[in-house]
């Protein structure tokens, strides 16, 4: 009995270590590691793991950091594009940590009902819904962001709901940091139609 008894607690002690790294698990992440599913729910019975969703799990009274809360809320709505705030966080290109994680979803797209997670939801259209986006793999979760010169563009078009300074922040950042080069960030400008608001902006950069 004694040695089963070590076994679990073993399995138990793999599962929270794993939930460490990873920040989210869901039953099928147990698969590769041979543990049998059936442990997350009893940890989750023990008051060990909080279930945060259908088939996700977190440690239990985890505080879900900025990074692990844009990876469950892909996960959630996975037709949604991380952008704006929190897309320039993945860039590293504000001094500003969202508490929301902003998400794109298509303008006539269903719209799942997430509650128990800080999320801003973006309605865009045609091209500047699909063009611009790339893959960033966090916490071995593939997310779908708007690249930087993408990311500016949708701030100067959004700048009355996150401030002009957030986006001239972004541009000088990204500038200084080479994310994106002139062609890149005028090509997203007219993708946006913002490319009047921006030329002033841009003519500074490249005087």
């Known amino acids: ?18 939930l460490k790294k990873k920040g989210v698990l869901r039953p099928r992440d147990l698969d590769a590691y041979q543990i049998p599913r059936r442990y997350l729910s009893r940890l989750y019975q023990r008051g060990l793991l909080e279930r945060s969703a259908r088939g996700l799990y977190t440690a239990a009274h985890a505080e879900l950091s900025e990074k692990q809360t844009i990876v469950e809320a892909s996960k959630r709505i996975p037709k949604g594009a991380v952008c704006l705030l929190s897309a320039l966080s993945v860039h590293e290109m504000t001094t500003q940590s969202p508490y929301e994680v902003w998400l794109a979803i298509d303008r006539k797209g269903w719209l799942p009902q997430v509650k128990d997670l800080p999320v801003h939801i973006v309605r865009f259209s045609g091209e500047a819904l699909t063009s611009g986006i790339e893959f960033h793999v966090i916490d071995g979760v593939k997310v779908p962001v708007y690249n930087p010169a993408k990311t500016v563009a949708d701030c100067f078009k959004y700048r009355n709901k996150i401030g002009l300074d957030v986006a001239i922040e972004a541009l000088k950042e990204g500038w200084r940091d080479k994310k994106f080069s002139m062609n890149d960030i005028w090509k997203y400008s007219k993708v946006c139609r913002v490319q009047n608001v921006m030329k002033p902006y841009l003519e500074t950069l490249s005087a």
């Open 1 to 18: 009995m004694g040695h089963r008894s070590n076994s679990k607690q073993d399995t138990a002690k793999q599962i929270l270590s794993l």
